[in-house]
């Protein structure tokens, strides 16, 4: 059965990170929206950092809007820091501090998706539902779609994987899947030959029926359309912004400063697209602008 074997090899190979200790739905929150476009080991010791300055929910709800956008400095995509402290205000204004159990009103908090509200009825309250991120994706796609077919859509990507979600063991079930993902089953190099699942993987077969004489098995070709691909980042308005937000992290500055402190750091724009950037970071909630000076919110 795939859901014991993919459960066992869990068990014995799983990494031993932080989050995967606590049932809390605060701490689940702050991971996955960390994990989201940044790896494993970078977010470790800011997990930590994080939850040492913002413990609880009723915390980061009241804390400095600046103080949280400073904690999520190294992480990047700033936006990430807003949503998590506009999510842990509606919890303590909308339900007293305690989090939604189901799925459907965890997705009316703001910046909370299909995937973090899966994830957080899944890895707090142990609920046996299904939902996709990368890795989660990309290996419901190899084992149980006809790698010949074209890509199913999300919705029946969905449904898939909530057809072989284990009675009564969602969360060990999600969080094996979506470590087979990041470490055995990754996007361009997938080590089958370690797959505890390679015995029933759709795509593993179609490539040993092409030739069965292949030894060692070429590695398999990504589904392009399953991956997401970042746009590149030198030079790019999300360099820009991280940039932005990094001066202010340390104090106010005026338009003039916040262009020659780009001009240091190599990055080299015109007073207009300058201006334009940081009305996207007020657009965004990121920054406010008070008598010609730039700061981080209050």
């Known amino acids: 059965m795939i859901a014991n074997a993919l459960i066992a090899w869990f068990g014995a190979n799983g990494r031993d990170l932080p989050w995967r200790h606590t049932r809390d739905p605060y701490r689940v929150l702050v991971a996955e929206l960390m994990l989201q476009q940044t790896q494993v080991e970078r977010v470790i010791p800011k997990y930590h950092a994080f939850l040492a300055q913002f413990p609880d929910i009723h915390t980061l709800a009241t804390a400095p809007t600046s103080a949280v956008i400073t904690a999520w400095q190294g992480l990047g995509y700033n936006r990430r820091a807003l949503y998590l402290q506009r999510t842990a205000q509606a919890v303590v204004s909308q339900y007293a501090g305690i989090f939604p159990r189901d799925v459907a009103t965890l997705k009316q908090l703001p910046g909370i998706g299909d995937y973090t509200s899966g994830a957080i009825a899944c890895f707090a309250y142990e609920q046996d539902v299904a939902f996709l991120d990368t890795n989660i994706r990309r290996v419901i796609l190899r084992l149980l779609t006809d790698p010949q077919a074209l890509i199913p859509s999300e919705q029946s990507l969905r449904d898939l994987a909530a057809q072989h979600v ?77 940039r932005i937000i990094d001066a202010l992290r340390q104090t106010p500055h005026s338009l003039t400063q916040i262009h020659t402190h780009l001009l240091q750091s190599g ?15 007020v657009r965004d909630g990121l920054v406010v602008t008070t008598d010609s000076i730039i700061k981080l919110p209050e």
Request: include cysteine; glycine fraction near 8%; aromatic fraction near 4%.
């Open 166 to 242: 284990p009675s009564g063991q969602g969360w060990a079930w999600n969080q094996a899947i979506m470590e087979l993902g990041a470490i055995i089953c990754t996007a361009n190099s997938p080590k089958c030959p370690r797959c505890p699942l390679r015995g029933d993987c759709r795509d593993y077969a179609a490539r040993l029926a092409a030739d069965d004489a292949l030894e060692p098995l070429a590695p398999a070709k990504p589904r392009r359309v399953a991956e997401r691909k970042d746009a590149p980042f030198a030079g790019s308005n999300r360099q820009i912004r991280g």
């Open 267 to 281: 990055l080299n724009l015109d007073t207009t697209k300058l201006a334009a950037v940081i009305a996207g970071l």
